[in-house]
């Protein structure tokens, strides 16, 4: 009879702990924050436009969780109740939340007219001498077909597209390397263009926007992908800028977390270590 009590007194404990820590959505009140990698486009634009990099200091709080990737970041929010961290727009599913910043939530239409404005632009770049293959892949990127690609993946278009493409009848390698959140777009793009130029292969590495930008620099790659703007002494060592799309950052929470909106001094504290509980900004 004592180990009968015993066990069901237990269970009522584990049953009122799961109540308690399940209650409003977060496991924990603690902020649990998840940042990418130095070097990513995506952290750098981030940080930046938030105010939480200074005079190129980037203030992250020392105890966020570091992922190497898009992808990670996603699967790392998804399984954390308590935990925040930020995407590429073009790059949300529906295992995660995306919180208004200031009131406005972001979509392709709150970036294009300006009231969304955690965003950046998707760049690709190359130094002089890029081969004939190379500048007809760039041109399709550009083209009418290759930015309906780009709007239907989510993304926001350029305004100035270039006429309508026809296949080259090419053959040779493209060799691209960057950013993670650029390469899932790049894929498709990469795709259209090697159906209709079946001479042409393209490659694609992942490697995040500074390693690709130095790839580049040095020859490695035909062309860079990044999720920022390049740097003075980048675009000095001979990297010539194109913008192929806008892009915005969307800040990430749980499924479960019950916060809606956050402001951008709160984002900016949330990830300077200067809030650290969720009841905070609730």
């Known amino acids: 009879m004592k180990l009968k009590k015993l066990l069901v007194a237990g269970l009522a404990g584990v049953m009122m702990l799961a109540t308690m820590t399940g209650c409003g959505g977060n496991s924990s009140d603690e902020i649990h924050v998840v940042s990418r990698e130095d070097g990513s486009g995506t952290r750098g634009a981030f ?78 770049a190359h130094k002089d001498g890029l081969s004939d293959v190379a500048q007809d892949y760039i041109n399709y990127i550009l083209s009418a077909e290759g930015q309906a690609i780009i709007g239907e993946e989510g993304y926001i278009t350029i305004d100035d597209a270039a006429p309508s493409y026809t296949a080259s009848g090419m053959s040779g390698r493209v060799t691209l390397a960057g950013s993670t959140s650029v390469a899932p777009v790049m894929e498709k793009l990469a795709d259209a263009y090697m159906a209709l130029n079946p001479d042409v292969t393209v490659e694609i590495q992942q490697s995040g926007s500074s390693a690709g930008i130095e790839s580049a620099i040095q020859g490695a790659c035909d062309i860079a992908m990044s999720s920022r703007e390049l740097k003075e002494e980048e675009t000095a060592e001979g990297l010539d800028p194109i913008v192929m799309a806008m892009d915005g950052i969307a800040v990430i929470v749980n499924k479960n977390n019950d916060v809606e909106n956050l402001t951008s001094e709160q984002i900016m504290k949330i990830y300077t270590g200067e809030i650290t509980s969720w009841s905070e900004v609730e």
């Open 47 to 124: 940080t930046e436009l938030l105010g939480i990099a200074v005079d190129d200091v980037d203030n992250t709080v020392s105890t966020a969780e570091i992922t190497q990737s898009t992808s990670v970041m996603m699967t790392t929010i998804a399984g954390n109740e308590s935990a925040i961290g930020y995407v590429s727009l073009g790059s949300l599913n529906d295992e995660v939340k995306a919180v208004q910043v200031d009131g406005v939530a972001p979509s392709v239409d709150t970036v294009k007219d300006g009231s969304y404005k955690v965003s950046r632009p998707f760049i690709i």
